[in-house]
C-alpha cells in the first residue's frame, strides 16, 4: 500500500501556497490553480491538464488508482490531516481530493471551435457560478465553444471549475477583449444574435443552430461595440429577446444561456 507524506498544520507552505490560489492575481503570477472534487479533477486529468500537487484528506482518501493517475500526470501526492486539508478544500462538499493544475490557456489564437452547434459569447459575466453553469450547458447542449469577452469572471476561479463540474475543460473556451471577439467574428463571417431585454424578434423567430449567441451581465446588459459592429456592416447582427411576464426585468444570464442553446438544439433536430 503507497504511503504518503503526512501534513497536519494549516502553516505547512504548501498548504498555504495553495489557499492562495484562491486569489485571482496570485493564479495569474503562477499560472496555477484550485481543482476541487472527484468529477473535476478527472475531467482535467481526461484533458491532459498537467498536475503539480494533489491534497488527499487523511479522514477520507480517494481511490488509489485515481491518484496513480494524478501521479503519472505530474501531480505529487500528500495526505492532509483535516484542519490542514479543510484549508484548501471548498467546506461543506468535501470530496477528499484537491489539486494544485496548471492553467489551460484560454488565449484567442488558440482558440478551437467544435463544428457542432452555435457559439456563446459572453460579455462581462462577473460571477464564477454563472460562468460555470453556462459551461455545463454548453457541453450538454453540444455548443461549439463559448468566448468571454470583455472581462469579467476567471475562467480558472476554483469555483467557476466547480460550477462547471470540470466542463470548463472539455468545452473550447476562449477569453479576449470585446473588440478581439468582434474582429474575430467579422473575419469568420458567423452570423450573430444578441440577447437583449426588449426591442429583439422573438428568440424562436431567429437562427440560433449557427449563429454567435452574445450575452451580457444581468447589470450591464451587452456593450454598444456590437450594434456599432452591425451598423457599420462589419458583423450581420440581429437583437432577439425572451419575453419577460412577471415583474422581473431580466433572467439569470445562465437561464437564458440554456434557453437559447436548447432552442438551436431544438431548430438542428427539426430539420
Avoid at 489551460?104 to 457542432?116: E, G, K, M, Y
Avoid at 444570464?253 to 438551436?264: M, Q
Wanted: charged fraction near 20%; avoid cysteine; charge should be neutral.
Amino acid at each position: 500500500m503507497t504511503t504518503y507524506d503526512l501534513i497536519t498544520s494549516t502553516a505547512n507552505p504548501r498548504v498555504k501556497a495553495a489557499a492562495r490560489l484562491r486569489d485571482a492575481g496570485e493564479r495569474r503570477r503562477q499560472g496555477l490553480t484550485l481543482i476541487d472534487g472527484r468529477r473535476e479533477i478527472e475531467r482535467a486529468a481526461a484533458a491532459r491538464i498537467r498536475f503539480r500537487e494533489v491534497f488527499l484528506d487523511e479522514a477520507s482518501p480517494p481511490p488509489h488508482d485515481l491518484v496513480a493517475r494524478l501521479e503519472a500526470a505530474g501531480g505529487t501526492a500528500y495526505l492532509l490531516a483535516p484542519a490542514a486539508f479543510a484549508k484548501v478544500a471548498f467546506g461543506s462538499r468535501n470530496e477528499g481530493l484537491v489539486a494544485v493544475a496548471e492553467v489551460p490557456s484560454f488565449a484567442l489564437p488558440q482558440f478551437r471551435l467544435r463544428d457542432t452547434g452555435p457559439l456563446l459569447v459572453l460579455e462581462g459575466v462577473e460571477k464564477p457560478g454563472n460562468l460555470g453553469a453556462i459551461l455545463r450547458t454548453a457541453d450538454a447542449a453540444g455548443v461549439g465553444g463559448v468566448l468571454v469577452a470583455g472581462g469579467g469572471t476567471d475562467p480558472a476561479n476554483p469555483a467557476t471549475i466547480r460550477a462547471s463540474l470540470g466542463t470548463l475543460f472539455s468545452v473550447p473556451l476562449a477569453v479576449a477583449s470585446v473588440g478581439e471577439v468582434i474582429d474575430w467574428l467579422a473575419a469568420s463571417g458567423r452570423r450573430v444574435v444578441l440577447a437583449v431585454p426588449e426591442a429583439g424578434m422573438p428568440w424562436h423567430a431567429a437562427e440560433l443552430a449557427t449563429t454567435a449567441i452574445v450575452l451580457g451581465s444581468e447589470a450591464h446588459g451587452i456593450s454598444s461595440a456590437w450594434q456599432a459592429a452591425a451598423d457599420d456592416g462589419r458583423l450581420d447582427a440581429h437583437a432577439v429577446t425572451l419575453p419577460m411576464l412577471g415583474v422581473a426585468d431580466s433572467l439569470n444570464v445562465s437561464a437564458t444561456a440554456a434557453v437559447l442553446a436548447y432552442e438551436a438544439v431544438r431548430q438542428a433536430t427539426s430539420r
